[in-house]
């Protein structure tokens, strides 16, 4: 049997690029090569387009992408054009596919903007390339923490209690808004970015003295910002969820410990022992050791969760767990961190498997896509030129 041509797209220009080089090293060395030739596809910070097997040694990128534009000479510049590849001309124009890229599977592997927020998958609507993950919307929807909250507040599920307000809203009335916020919310407060993850641009308050530094910190990332009211000394349980239309898994839970809250810089740049970086300060447990009843509803809202945003793919949907057993949904990422996989591995799925199952699901998407009606044709326009020419 062929194999398919999967095109792991990954880094972007995204303040969680480093994490999406991550998630590719780590989904390319458990691709099963056997079934899949894996293609890799690296967005620069500068959204230049590279396509080379040079990729697959993250080793070097230090050593390579040193920001200096002729650094992009030594590698293939390629691009997926929008619209399908089998509608290629040939003759004299056959030259110019030459810097197209040729797959049969596209796999997002970008964490945050340009590549988890819809975007991307809008380019590979357009291309009428199968992808992994969810659709257009979802993507969307999963990638606004506020767009995500009102969702899941209509559909009945647990969040705590928020508000958004636009950047322009929160430099032309600032005072104002720092008024709204402390009217209504208690401390301790979170104000984070409406579109950013990895704890970019996020901010705990714990006083009405941080508030307004928070509130300019969150809009140097985003249009938008979400503002959080805390839950007192929770504790952090993490569920992934995987699935379709067909089928849908929960993973087992974890819980996430932490020396206090930890932002991007102290997750993932700040030195610690041996090197390992201020992810040394976060442990976990895996199975979360709460009451199985708990585990289970907190698996059951995830899958809900899920469905209620028309997820496909595979995701991770975290909680917040208060002291008297409430749980609250803090948000579910369409495109988590090394794909969750630690969770999966623990719930009988190798990442291997993982990868296969997800790329089932594209797959599949596909295929019922593919099975709607989508046109009638032009009878619609010969109707509208019939009417005018009795006119």
């Not at 998630?23 to 899949?36: E, G, P, S």
């Not at 619209?83 to 890229?101: A, V, W």
Request: hydrophobic content about 40%.
């Amino acid at each position: 049997m062929e194999k398919k041509r999967v095109g792991l797209i990954f880094g972007g220009v995204s303040a969680e690029h480093e994490i999406s080089i991550i998630t590719f090293d780590q989904a390319y060395k458990n691709l099963d090569k056997d079934k899949y030739e894996a293609v890799p596809i690296y967005i620069t910070l500068e959204g230049d387009w590279i396509c080379d097997d040079r990729l697959k040694d993250v080793t070097r990128y230090k050593e390579i992408f040193t920001g200096d534009k002729s650094s992009l000479k030594k590698f293939n510049r390629r691009f997926i054009p929008p619209y399908p590849l089998r509608h290629e001309s040939g003759g004299f124009l056959q030259k110019l596919s030459d810097t197209k890229i040729e797959i049969d599977i596209a796999f997002p592997l970008i964490h945050g903007t340009g590549g988890e927020d819809g975007s991307l998958q809008g380019l590979l609507e357009l291309a009428d390339i199968p992808y992994v993950g969810s659709n257009v919307t979802a993507s969307a929807v999963g990638m606004d923490k506020v767009l995500q909250k009102h969702i899941l507040k209509s559909a009945g599920l647990p969040v705590v209690k928020f508000a958004g307000f636009l950047k322009a809203e929160i430099e032309t009335r600032h005072d104002a808004v720092v008024k709204e916020i402390l009217g209504n919310f208690r401390f301790p407060l979170f104000v984070k970015p409406a579109s950013c993850g990895s704890s970019v641009g996020v901010s705990k308050v714990d006083s009405r003295d941080f508030l307004a530094v928070a509130l300019d910190e969150a809009c140097r990332y985003d249009r938008k910002v979400i503002v959080e009211e805390g839950v007192v000394e929770p504790r952090e349980i993490n569920c992934a969820v995987m699935g379709d239309d067909d089928e849908i898994h929960a993973s087992i839970c974890e819980e996430v410990f932490s020396k206090g809250f930890l932002d991007y810089k102290q997750k993932y740049l700040a030195g610690g022992k041996k090197g390992r970086g201020g992810m040394a300060n976060v442990a976990r447990a895996i199975p979360a050791d709460i009451p199985v009843e708990t585990a289970a509803k907190i698996q059951e809202t995830a899958k809900k969760v899920f469905r209620a945003l028309d997820c496909t793919g595979a995701a991770r949907v975290d909680f917040l767990l208060s002291k008297d057993g409430n749980i609250y949904i803090t948000e579910l990422n369409s495109i988590p961190g090394s794909l969750s996989f630690y969770l999966w591995e623990k719930s009988g799925f190798p990442f291997p498997q993982l990868l296969d199952k997800v790329i089932g699901y594209a797959q599949g998407a596909y295929r019922r896509k593919k099975m709607l009606r989508r046109t009638s044709g032009f009878n619609a326009v010969q109707g509208y030129l019939s009417e005018k020419k009795e006119e």
